[in-house]
Each structure stands twice: as C-alpha cells, then as structure tokens.
C-alpha cells in the first residue's frame, strides 16, 4: 500500500511568495496532521482533521498560514506571504485507530 | 506546562548489542504512547505503539514497555544493527488526537 504521498518534496521561494505545500493521505485513513519540524523547536503539529473538519487549529503559526481539506484524499498547507523564518521540514500524516504515519514530508526554504 | 521529554540525548552502542532507549511523560491521563524512527532526510517511521492498558508490547525485535507509575517509557532494540542507527521520538496522545513528540534520542551503532 502507497504511504502518504507529498509534494514538492523541496521548496526554495523567495520572501513574500505564496507556498502551497500538498498531501494525499492513506487511503481510508480519517485524521490527517499537518506538523512542522525545525532543530529549534522540534516536530510540532500545525493542524489536525477529522473526516476533512479541521478539529484543532491551535498551533498553527498566523494568519499566514491555512490548511484545507476539500474531500478524504487530498490536503494543502498554505503560506501567505512566506517568511524565512517560515524555513523548516512540513510533515503531513494521517491516521485510523493507530498511528499517524507521516509521510517524507516537504523542506521548504525561504530566502 | 505538561511535556514528554527523553533521558538520554545521544546513545552509542556496539553492533549486535540489546538498545534501551527511554522516555519520561508527565501528563497521567495520556493513554495512547508511539515510538517513532526518523532516519535523515526521512519522515518519522512508524514503530510500535501502545495504549495505557498495557505495560509491555513486542514487535519484530522491538519491544515497548509502560511504567504508569512512574510516567516511563521505554524502547527495546533486540541485536542492534547498523540499520538503526537513527532518531528515536516517543510521542503520547494527551487531548484529543494531539500527539507531543519528545525531544529525540540519536542512537549511533557501532560496527
């Protein structure tokens, strides 16, 4: 069975773009993660849904950044307009019961 | 405020040696505790889990164990092998679906 899938699996943009960061999650899988990961603050969950509602927001950063869920196979992260300190590896993971798995998750460097 | 935190930041053991890797949580009601493997430039894998009904799990050549007394966790690597030289996380379920991931144990094995 395919993992979680993301893409671009690189990003390099420059200060001030948009970046819209993608995931497929296991199919069947009802939660899906979005976490962020850098050496200073370590893996840290950005947003979670449950059947494509957005259940827990808390830790997402700012108004800069948004996630959708349009249906069960597909999710983004958005960031608007990006920062370099927006600079870290982005996770996606999904989950059913046990879990989540993540996927190889998305290095996104903002100049 | 509540956290899961790892003893042991690196961990240096010899090829075909047992591996011990530990965990302390603070937060009681936790009920659900993951260990995950990242490898370098890879997303955190999947190892073994367990709910806080239990206090010991095995796997292949991993086994978990659950000390709800004293809040620990450990992880069990039966005949280490190069291949598991990586970043070992624990995580626990506190709220709701949210996992808090600790800090990172790197075990290094030597050949």
């Known amino acids: 069975d395919a993992g979680v899938i993301q893409s671009p699996r690189h990003e390099v943009t420059e200060m001030g773009q948009e970046v819209t960061l993608r995931c497929k999650p296991i199919?069947?899988?009802?939660?899906l993660f979005w976490y962020r990961q850098t050496m200073m603050r370590g893996l840290e969950l950005l947003i979670y849904?449950?059947?494509?509602?957005?259940?827990?927001d808390s830790g997402m950063p700012e108004d800069r950044f948004s996630a959708k869920m349009p249906n069960a196979s597909f999710s983004t992260l958005k960031i608007q307009p990006s920062e370099p300190r927006d600079s870290a590896v982005y996770f996606c993971?999904?989950?059913?019961?046990?879990?989540?798995?993540f996927g190889p998750g998305t290095r996104l460097t903002v100049t | 405020g509540e956290s899961v935190g790892l003893h042991l930041p690196t961990l240096s053991v010899q090829e075909g040696d047992n591996s011990i890797i530990n965990c302390a949580y603070s937060n009681s009601a936790s009920d659900y505790f993951i260990w995950y493997k990242q490898e370098s430039g890879k997303g955190p894998q999947f190892i073994i889990d367990?709910?806080?009904?239990?206090d010991k799990r095995q796997g292949q050549r991993v086994t978990v164990l659950l000390n709800k007394t004293v809040k620990h966790l450990s992880l069990q690597i039966a005949a280490t092998q190069p291949g598991d030289s990586a970043v070992y996380f624990c995580a626990e379920k506190t709220s709701g679906s949210r996992l808090t991931f600790g800090e990172g144990t790197q075990l290094t094995v030597n050949p």
């Open positions: 199919s069947g899988h009802d939660y």
């Open positions: 993971a999904s989950s059913l019961g046990q879990g989540p798995y």
């Open positions: 367990i709910r806080s009904n239990m």
């Open positions: 849904f449950n059947n494509n509602v957005p259940i827990d």
